[in-house]
DNA sequence: CCTACCGATCGGTAGG
DNA sequence: CCTACCGATCGGTAGG
């Protein structure tokens, strides 16, 4: 007699989809139940951060669910699909990175330069800050999104660079800009966008120096 | 009697391992069979604009095959795996641009200023000229590379940026150029490998007039 | 380079 | 959210 004993599996009947019918996903949140928010967020939180550094497709649900500290089937739970979980990441970025960024607006409009250097000191915070891996994903993981989802976040993303374009056409009229304003700021959010890809938070540069430096190099100021 | 007889499926057998050893694999190239190193080239320019649109990890290899014109299995006669044929895109693709890079410094060194214009002028060209697929794949699609691979592309791409070094530290002695040299390079190589993101060879702006605003934007010309 | 295939894995789901 | 599973697909391979 076996010390262990190994279960007998069950005999599983194919079940006529007739009667299978019953309803089934995701109950819709009531109002109040917080946890589930939580778990919720926690799985952004661990997949953007695994999206950012493997790439959408090579990252399986399997490492998200792990990472959560779920079983596999569990973040479908909460998403429908990987690629919904994809665009709630990066909406929910692209959201949070406006709300903060028109604050920063509304308070530090002293001058056009001045202006232009919070929003790159900001555009920097959001792209290598603590904890700030959303905006990336949507930078270079967005090309995996639905056409439909693609297309909001497009809007978003007009949203957010809206308030680059006065300012930039200021500093133009001032001469402190020589160039077409909307090239420049193609190429200026290419320039922080980029850091991305090299910034080590433990190298000698800060986020404030590369905002200086950014500065220095785009606009000549007497 | 059926009009199309069924194939009546051979038995397979399970062949030993030992008997079953004989020499496989890409036969070594001969001199001469220049078709052979056509297919293979063949197969890195499709390769590489699957990959450039849809990312290395959403390409299969049977995607990859059939815009080659060849059957599912058949690349991998001329590529061990499909990580393989990525380096092999990336690595051509660097060490063309080396060589292009090097004969445009060699001819036109007027100045630091029309250097860094040919530098730039290049650059674009290596991106979004027509048939340009591989550096962009390496911009993006290099993290799929294994480490040993990642570190024998960093090195192309150090020779590659070398020639930029010493442009921008002259134009930084000179006052054409108003930040950290090499932070500096970052930012406008950045600025120009985001145009791989917006570029539409359809809109207005031309590759000339992309370098011209690129160098008023980073430079300050008396 | 084709044919015919395999083991592994993956996104996703029924039912609880 | 877990258990137990499935169909599809994928990279890769033996043999020719």
């Known amino acids: 007699m076996p010390h262990f004993s190994v279960p007998s599996p069950m005999p599983r009947f194919s079940v006529p989809p007739e009667l299978a019918k019953r309803p089934r996903g995701r109950p819709r949140k009531l109002p ?9 967020q926690e ?16 990252v399986t649900t399997r490492d998200i669910a792990a990472a959560a500290g779920m079983h596999s089937g569990s973040p479908f739970y909460h998403f429908e699909t990987k690629g919904v979980l994809l665009f709630a990441i990066i909406q929910a970025g692209m959201q949070a990175a406006i709300a903060s960024q028109e604050a920063i607006v509304r308070t530090a409009p002293s ?57 930039l056409q200021t500093l133009a009229k001032e001469g402190a800009l020589s160039a077409d304003p909307d090239l420049a700021r193609l190429m200026i959010l290419g320039a922080l966008n980029w850091s991305v890809q090299w910034f080590n938070p433990q190298g000698p540069a800060s986020l404030s120096t590369l905002t200086d430096q950014a500065l220095s190099l785009f606009l000549r100021t007497p």
Chains 1, 2 share one sequence.
């Not at 109040?32 to 919720?40: L, S």
């Open 43 to 58: 799985l952004m939180r661990v997949a953007a951060r695994l999206f950012r550094q493997k790439g959408f497709e090579a």
């Open 32 to 40: 109040g139940t917080e946890a589930e928010g939580n778990r919720r």
């Open 111 to 167: 001058s056009a330069v001045n202006t232009l250097r919070a929003l790159v000191r900001h555009h920097y915070e959001v792209l290598l800050g603590p904890d700030s891996d959303f905006i990336p994903v949507m930078l270079y993981e967005g090309r995996s999104l639905s056409a439909e989802q693609q297309a909001a976040i497009t809007e978003l993303r007009k949203t957010y660079e809206a308030p680059w374009v006065p300012v």
